[in-house]
């Protein structure tokens, strides 16, 4: 089931959702292609079973951008209840058929519509690099908020120093803004957030895989 939840944005940030419609109106032209383009847990399996091995045997577990629910999928079969949330209908849809059982939310990452306190992990992979840099401090409060205090988080970006429009034909045009290990350190402890383990890998593009717990504010 998927249940769609109005964003409400402040009159200030509606200029700045240009950057989000955009990027997520190009998520769902290509959603079929994305789809059968990821369709492969090996390139995170290490980093699932790293997060599975962290997190209680039956978690509550929320994938933040959780596209068309491959790790959603592969969590479930985990043994784990696990939510999705994410903007693009389409990539929602094919979750949604993948892990009937699952409950997606068609909602920004921005504001998570869930209690305080409500999973032991959450699973955010390839998405905080589609935020302004402005709007990520807001993402990462919430995903500290809505943690148990004893929770994990997982949260891979692009490792770069560019930012800006990317196009690969005319249905790919995605805002990417990438960052640096020390850049995404900061943005997570001024979140409360602290790390425990950062890795980087190049495939296609070069990749920050970050691990992190709640701490205090820095
Ligand atoms: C590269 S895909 C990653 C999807 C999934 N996590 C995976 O690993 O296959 C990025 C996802 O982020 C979603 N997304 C981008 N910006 C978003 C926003 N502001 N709020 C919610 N979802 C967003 C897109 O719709 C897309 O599903």
Same mark, same amino acid.
């Given at each position: 089931?998927?249940?769609?939840?109005?964003?409400?944005?402040?009159?200030?940030?509606?200029?700045?959702?240009? /950057?989000?419609?955009?990027?997520?109106?190009?998520?769902?032209? @290509?959603?079929?292609?994305?789809?059968?383009?990821?369709?492969?847990?090996?390139?995170? #399996?290490?980093?699932? $079973?790293?997060?599975?091995?962290?997190?209680? @045997? $039956?978690? &509550?577990?929320?994938?933040?951008?959780?596209?068309?629910?491959?790790?959603? %999928?592969?969590? =479930? =079969?985990?043994?784990?209840?696990?939510?999705?949330?994410?903007? &693009? %209908? #389409?990539?929602?849809?094919?979750?949604?058929?993948?892990?009937?059982?699952?409950?997606?939310?068609?909602?920004?990452?921005?504001?998570?519509?869930?209690?305080?306190? =409500?999973?032991?992990?959450?699973?955010?992979?390839?998405?905080?690099?589609?935020?302004?840099?402005?709007?990520?401090?807001?993402?990462? !409060?919430? @995903?500290?908020?809505?943690? #148990?205090?004893?929770?994990?988080?997982?949260? &891979?970006?692009?490792?770069?120093? =560019?930012?800006?429009?990317?196009?690969? +034909?005319?249905? /790919?045009?995605?805002?990417?803004?990438?960052? &640096? +290990?020390?850049?995404? !350190?900061?943005?997570?402890?001024?979140?409360?957030? !602290?790390?425990?383990?950062? !890795?980087?890998?190049?495939?296609?593009?070069?990749?920050?895989? @970050? /691990?992190?717990?709640?701490? $205090?504010?820095?």
């Amino acid at each position: 089931m998927i249940k769609i939840v109005p964003i409400g944005l402040l009159e200030e940030d509606q200029e700045a959702d240009q /950057f989000y419609r955009g990027t997520i109106a190009s998520y769902d032209r @290509c959603a079929a292609r994305y789809a059968a383009q990821n369709d492969s847990i090996d390139e995170v #399996k290490d980093l699932l $079973t790293f997060f599975d091995e962290q997190i209680p @045997c $039956t978690a &509550s577990l929320l994938d933040v951008g959780c596209g068309h629910g491959r790790d959603v %999928e592969y969590l =479930s =079969s985990l043994g784990h209840m696990v939510y999705g949330i994410d903007r &693009s %209908e #389409k990539l929602l849809r094919m979750a949604c058929g993948r892990v009937p059982k699952s409950h997606f939310v068609e909602g920004d990452v921005r504001v998570l519509p869930f209690r305080d306190a =409500s999973f032991d992990g959450l699973w955010m992979n390839a998405v905080l690099h589609h935020l302004i840099p402005p709007h990520m401090p807001q993402s990462l !409060t919430e @995903c500290r908020r809505v943690l #148990k205090p004893s929770g994990l988080l997982f949260v &891979s970006v692009h490792l770069d120093d =560019s930012s800006g429009w990317q196009s690969k +034909g005319a249905d /790919f045009v995605r805002y990417y803004a990438r960052m &640096s +290990g020390a850049m995404l !350190t900061g943005l997570l402890q001024d979140a409360g957030l !602290t790390p425990i383990r950062m !890795t980087s890998r190049s495939a296609e593009s070069r990749w920050l895989h @970050c /691990f992190a717990r709640p701490g $205090t504010k820095r």
